[in-house]
Structure formats: structure tokens, C-alpha cells
């Protein structure tokens, strides 16, 4: 019968009397432990902060541009062709049956005034129907409605920024601003949103009916000409089959042949952000295995010093099988002193972690998540490496010849 409690004292004995050698054989574990925790915090982060941007924008989302022009043989890229127009976003909301919602939009940057003073922001002539597709809602006043769209009126819904940066503490709705010097009345003010995936400020916006926009502000090359239209499908399984339809109907409205090319292009949107979650998922996951490399490195040193503990104290070894001690007795006590190694290492390790996730998340401005699964995961992992590197030398130690102990200089 192994006497457990026996072998523990005799195993924490051995480990103080070499305080400098134990806490340097700890100092691989820490590292790891630090570091993995660290790591993993930061990658957490990423994907939550690209996860709270991709619900800003919006979910099922489709957007359609324009065809390309070319130029001397150059083709100019998407958008440069004005080839959409407020019939086709009505036929696809009418025809497109995988679709909810179609806010075409037209628009463009300009200065806008109120009192003495000004900013310069985009202006998004659109419909109603992009507080849907945008799943966006107002933090006061009331929406603009088709009426409004139909009869060009000249009202707006404000961004949280041109909000704060025109009005400050004033509650803008009912107010007069002018866009162009054309005079719009503050209908109501949209929540905040924050930056999107590619870091631009959604808040930084101003609404107006897209018809207004048309023909009071920034005019347009042909009747009901809009620069884009975005789509919300009815559900992410719909997507696919919404932006078939979409490709298919537009190709037939726009006398686009079998073997011509689109003169528009349909982008999903939430696939490309999805795909962006899922790299950044590859990364935190490539953050743990670099960061876990450190563990298995501190593990070999363990194994070393255990080594050298094991030729260290062959005599000890000796005397103590030479008075009963049997083969499990002198693993066990080994292995103790492994882990216990591991252990304690793998628990300053987290306080590192930790400290260290929280001054990126201070200092550098990161979003740091700090798992219980990661802890537990890093606390874990070193106990395990602290049982494996330690049960060779654990294992050679038991194998010793008691007689050729006894007599080991």
C-alpha cells in the first residue's frame, strides 16, 4: 500500500531544500501558463469585437453595385457604371421571393449646418425599409415613411455623430438643418452603432428620403438612377437562393445576354464577414499553439531537473528502498515533485495571465475576454505535462538497483 501523505512530505522536503532550482524549473511553466491565457484573451476579444461589428451592420445582408465602365481598354471596377435604378430595387421586392427587404440608395458627402455650426458627412438618400435591412433603431423621433419618399420631402434622420457634433446636448428633433443650404427638418435620431468591420464610423450618417436626395441634392445622370441597392434575404439559408434570384431577374430587366457579363454585381455580405470571424478564429486558435509551445518547452526543463534530482539523490533512493520503500513509493514521490512543480507554476502562470491580458486591455486599448475555460484549459494542460515529463525520470528513479544505489558516490 502506497503511503501517499508519506511520500508528499518527503517529495515538498525535497523541492524546498532547492528553493533557487525549483523556482527556476517553475519559470518554463509560468511563461506557458502566462502566455496561453494571454493569448487566448486576446483572440477572444478579436472575435467578439468582429462579432459585435458584423451584428452592426446587419444579418442576410446583399448588396448590389453597378457594373464596371471601361476606359481604354481598362476596366474601372465595380460602381463606376450607373446601371441600377429605383425600378429594379421595386421588382426585386416585388419578384425576388427569398427577400424581405430592399432599401436602394443614393447619395454622396457634403457640409451640413446648423446655427454656426457645421460638418461635413454622407448623406444616404434611401427608403424606410433600411432601418430593416441595417436592423437599426431610433434612440428618439420617428422614422420617415413612403409619403415622404414619394413627395421628396425634405426631412432626415441624424447619426449619433453629426448629432454630437452639431447639437451637443440640444435634442436635435424637430430642428432645421441645412444640407447644400437646402433647409430639412430632424425627423429623429438613429442608435449608435459604432465603427464597422473596416473600422469606418456607421454614426457618421445622415438619412434622407432617396427621391430627395435625387432631385434636390446630388441629381443623378438618368431618372430614378440609384448607386446601390442592399437586400435583407429572409433568413441565412435564403441567401444563396436570394442573390440567384436577384443575378437572374436583373439580367432579364437589363436585356443581358447568355454570353455577355453582368452590368452589376450582387455581394454577399454576410458570407464575407462570416469568413472574417472564422480567420479570426484560425488566428486565436494558431495564438493557443504557438503560446502552448512554451508549456511543453517548460515541461523538458522539468524532465531535466528531474533528471539531474534523480542522479542527485541515487543514494537517498537507496537507503530508502533498502528500508521497504517499493517501486510505486519512489515513482510516486517523483511525480509528486513534478507536478507540484507544474502545479505551482501553472497558478502563478494564471495570476501572469491575467495581470497581463488586463494591462493590454488598459494600455494598448485591446478587448481582452478572459475565459474560465482557458484557465482551466492552461491549469489543466500544466498539470499534465508536469505527470508526463515527470514520469520518466520518476520511472528510471524506481529502477534503480538498491545494493548499486547504496554504494553510488
Not at 454656426?116 to 434612440?139: A, F, K
Not at 430587366?253 to 462570416?274: A, Y
Not at 478572459?370 to 515527470?390: D, M, N, Q, T
Request: charged share 15%; aromatic share 6%.
Amino acid at each position: 500500500m502506497v503511503n501517499i501523505p508519506s511520500t508528499m512530505k518527503i517529495s515538498l522536503r525535497a523541492l524546498k531544500a532547492n528553493k533557487m532550482r525549483s523556482s527556476l524549473t517553475m519559470l518554463g511553466i509560468i511563461i506557458g501558463v502566462g502566455a496561453v491565457i494571454t493569448m487566448l484573451a486576446v483572440g477572444t476579444g478579436a472575435r467578439q469585437e468582429i462579432a459585435e461589428q458584423i451584428s452592426s451592420v446587419g444579418s442576410n445582408l446583399l448588396m448590389i453595385l453597378p457594373g464596371a465602365t471601361t476606359a481604354g481598354g481598362v476596366r474601372m471596377g465595380a460602381g463606376t457604371q450607373s446601371t441600377l435604378s429605383m425600378a429594379d430595387a421595386e421588382a426585386i421586392k416585388k419578384e425576388c421571393l427569398a427577400v424581405s427587404y430592399v432599401a436602394p440608395s443614393h447619395g454622396g458627402v457634403a457640409q451640413v449646418v446648423y446655427g454656426n455650426q457645421n460638418w461635413s458627412t454622407g448623406i444616404t438618400g434611401t427608403t424606410p425599409d433600411i432601418l430593416y435591412v441595417r436592423e437599426w433603431y431610433l434612440s428618439a423621433g420617428r422614422p420617415f415613411t413612403e409619403q415622404d419618399v414619394k413627395s421628396a420631402t425634405k426631412v432626415c434622420l441624424l447619426g449619433q455623430t453629426v448629432v454630437d457634433n452639431l447639437f451637443g446636448d440640444i435634442n436635435p428633433v424637430g430642428k432645421i438643418i441645412r444640407i447644400k443650404n437646402v433647409p430639412f427638418t430632424v425627423l429623429g435620431t438613429l442608435e449608435s452603432k459604432g465603427q464597422s468591420p473596416t473600422g469606418q464610423d456607421q454614426d457618421d450618417t445622415i438619412y434622407i428620403p432617396v427621391t430627395t436626395s435625387q432631385k434636390k441634392l446630388f441629381g443623378t445622370p438618368f431618372h430614378g438612377m440609384v448607386r446601390i441597392i442592399m437586400v435583407k434575404a429572409k433568413s441565412t439559408e435564403d441567401l444563396n437562393t436570394a442573390e440567384k434570384q436577384i443575378t437572374e431577374l436583373l439580367r432579364q430587366r437589363h436585356h443581358i445576354g447568355q454570353k455577355q457579363e453582368n452590368d452589376f454585381t450582387v455581394r454577399n455580405l454576410t458570407q464575407m464577414m462570416k469568413v472574417e470571424e472564422q480567420s479570426t478564429k484560425v488566428m486565436t486558435l494558431l495564438l493557443g499553439i504557438i503560446a502552448s509551445v512554451s508549456l511543453l518547452v517548460g515541461g523538458i526543463g522539468i524532465m531535466n531537473i528531474m533528471l539531474v534530482s534523480v542522479t542527485e539523490r541515487t543514494r537517498e533512493i537507496g537507503i530508502r528502498m533498502a528500508v521497504g520503500a517499493k517501486t510505486w513509493d519512489i515513482r510516486l514521490q517523483f511525480i509528486i515533485e513534478a507536478l507540484t512543480l507544474s502545479l505551482s507554476g501553472g497558478f502563478i502562470g494564471i495570476v501572469i495571465g491575467i495581470s497581463s491580458s488586463e494591462i493590454l486591455s488598459t494600455v494598448a486599448g485591446w478587448t481582452t475576454i478572459i475565459s474560465l475555460f482557458s484557465v482551466i484549459l492552461a491549469f489543466c494542460f500544466s498539470a499534465l505535462v508536469g505527470i508526463f515529463f515527470g514520469f520518466y525520470p520518476a520511472y528510471k528513479a524506481s529502477l534503480l538497483n538498491p545494493v548499486e544505489a547504496l554504494r553510488y558516490e
